[in-house]
């Protein structure tokens, strides 16, 4: 079956950097496009980030863009976000998400066939 498993969260203070890890087992990840979403207490799940599956193509939602990198290595089935500058308004809970063959805008609309366990992310002011 298919298996997203993301690694990487943890408490750091405003500024701070984190890796987040995806590694995906179960399908054929280079043609899934893969991304992040994250759930803040009380809140909706909300888009993060977006990598198609050969990797030319990101998008990011405003509040991130400019601080955190999607990316992903189709050899080790594995997709990162990186996340610098982080803000207290950045604490949610991260979710690995695939979809397959579909774009990247498709998948900020809701798209996703698969989620992840997701990790935890708090940034203390």
């Known amino acids: 079956q298919v298996q997203l498993v993301e690694s990487g969260g943890g408490l750091v203070q405003a500024g701070d950097s984190l890796r987040l890890s995806c590694g995906a087992s179960g399908l054929t990840f280079s043609a899934n496009t893969m991304g992040w979403f994250r759930q803040a207490p009380g809140k909706k799940r909300e888009f993060v980030a977006a990598?198609?599956?050969?990797?030319?193509?990101?998008l990011y939602t405003d509040s991130v863009e400019g601080r955190f990198t999607i990316s992903r290595n189709n050899a080790e089935n594995t997709v990162y976000l990186q996340m610098n500058s982080l803000k207290s308004e950045d604490t949610a809970v991260y979710y690995c998400?695939?979809?397959?063959?579909?774009?990247?805008?498709?998948?900020?609309?809701?798209?996703?066939?698969?989620w992840g366990q997701g990790t935890q992310v708090t940034v203390s002011s």
């Open positions: 990598i198609t599956w050969t990797g030319q193509i990101t």
């Open positions: 998400a695939a979809v397959y063959l579909r774009t990247a805008q498709s998948m900020e609309g809701g798209e996703v066939e698969y």
